[in-house]
């Protein structure tokens, strides 16, 4: 083999790589812009003048679309953007402490969507061996920033540590059957669950412990009916959405019955299929409905106030909305399943407005 022979094969990937960018540089010129970043609607709110907004419409999230172009020469060269993780068939939603993450749990994908917003990143929640998850509902994070899962199929409720490492399973011992909506309490050391096959809600302390079970299954006051989703107040009673019995139940700390609100129908205030509930700082009750494709905004007494969105897949449109989340900033997080999005909401509080005009009585 001659010397110049040999010395062109040792350069002919380097030739072949410089070959690529001098063509691609050459293509940038007839290749389309890459496509932006969707433009989200301005002044989106309910009620719509000449009311006073109560809600306002911020965001959808979808997955890493959402946040930045490829980093990759290529794709930048030719104008690709990167796709990256997208929500699939998600259900629950909540956000840490500070805001900075939202988990979302799903379904198809087996795990929690992590949306990073300080990296502007979308991964899966890494966990070990010990935290495979068959199927994820519900997710909720403590202030310590501790992850919370309830795996309907798998029988249990999970909980990670914040990068992943599998603290403890709960739910064995105690039979849970197909755990779905799950509640943290930490100023009263209690943990919620609801076990839609039992028709019961669990209650375990932080450190895990099981302190009691109650309800069973049922139409009286009290009873329950494949309980879906819960939430809880300042004072540490719980509300589920009894979604067999088409209503909303709250309970005390211990597990008595408190009262409760809706019905079957499809009028203001009715049920239909009553999924996600959430309680914003004016203790309003917000409740998702699948049936519907909207949230109701009900006052402490279950007087409807206000209802959000309609079938469809325009921002403030809903399809198949599931589980919902309210942070301390009143900042509603609401699963649009079938849209597979998180569509992210806004809560006008204003003191002098709420003394002088309530939240309408007439859903615009």
Known sequence: MSRSTSYLRRCYPVLIKLLFLIVAMGLTGCVSEPRKIREEPKNLVWPMPPEQPRIRYIKTYRGQMDF????????????????????AKPY?????????????????????????????????????????????????VDSQGRIYVTDSFGGKLMVYKPNGETLRSMGGAEGMKRPTGLALDEAHNRIYVSDVASHQIMVYDFDGNFIKRFSERGSDPGYLNFPNNLAVDKEGKIYVTDSGNFRVQIFTPEGEYVSSFGKLGDGFGSFARPKGIALDSDSNIYVVDAAFGNYQIFNETGRLLLFVGVVGKQPGMFWLPA??????????????????????????????????????????
Request: glycine residues 8%.
């Open 68 to 87: 930045r172009k490829s980093d990759n020469l290529r794709d930048t060269l030719f104008g690709i953007e990167a796709q990256g993780i997208s929500l």
């Open 92 to 140: 629950g939603v909540a956000v840490n402490a500070d805001g900075s993450r939202m988990y979302v749990t799903d379904a198809k994908l087996r795990g929690v969507v992590v949306f990073d917003f300080e990296k502007g990143k979308v991964a899966m929640l890494k966990t070990d061996a010990m935290g495979g998850l068959a199927s994820p509902v519900e997710v909720r």
């Open 323 to 364: 589980g919902m989340y309210i942070d301390h900033n009143d900042k509603i997080y609401v699963v649009d399943s079938l849209n597979k999005r998180v569509q992210v909401f806004q809560y006008i509080k204003d003191s002098e407005v709420e003394k002088a005009a309530p939240l309408s009585d007439a859903p615009k």
